[in-house]
């Protein structure tokens, strides 16, 4: 059983070391920061409005729906699939819209 825990420590470590040495960013040429910042909030809103539509089965919010909790009635009542559901349609509309997700190497300090 140690055995299996010191695995456990040491990936997780070197998952957090490793981690830490890139950032990504949406890159697109010719582009002011005002209409990427347009562009990144109505990506989010299209995302977040399409997987709870579908969430819902097209029906809207159920009656005792909640502004402050969203309940979850989706294909799965895992609420990572509403993250992974979000996070696929914003970067098809990211990519749709003509940006590339780019790796950003972090400066050494």
């Not at 989010?44 to 729906?65: H, M, N, Q, V």
């Not at 502004?67 to 294909?75: F, I, K, S, V, Y």
Request: hydrophobic share 40%; net charge neutral; glycine share 8%.
């Amino acid at each position: 059983m140690d055995d299996v825990m010191r695995i456990t420590w040491i990936v997780a470590v070197l998952a957090l070391l490793l981690g830490g040495c890139a950032s990504y960013a949406w890159v697109k040429p010719d582009v002011t920061a005002e209409v990427k910042a347009h562009d990144e909030t109505t990506c989010r809103a299209e995302a977040r409005d399409l997987t709870s539509e579908y969430a819902y089965g097209g029906f809207g919010a159920p009656w005792a729906y909640s502004p402050g909790r969203r309940p979850w009635a989706g294909p799965y009542a895992d609420l990572s699939w509403q993250a992974a559901a979000e996070e696929r349609v914003y970067e098809r509309c990211m990519r749709g819209r003509g940006y590339d997700l780019v790796r950003i190497d972090k400066k050494k300090s």
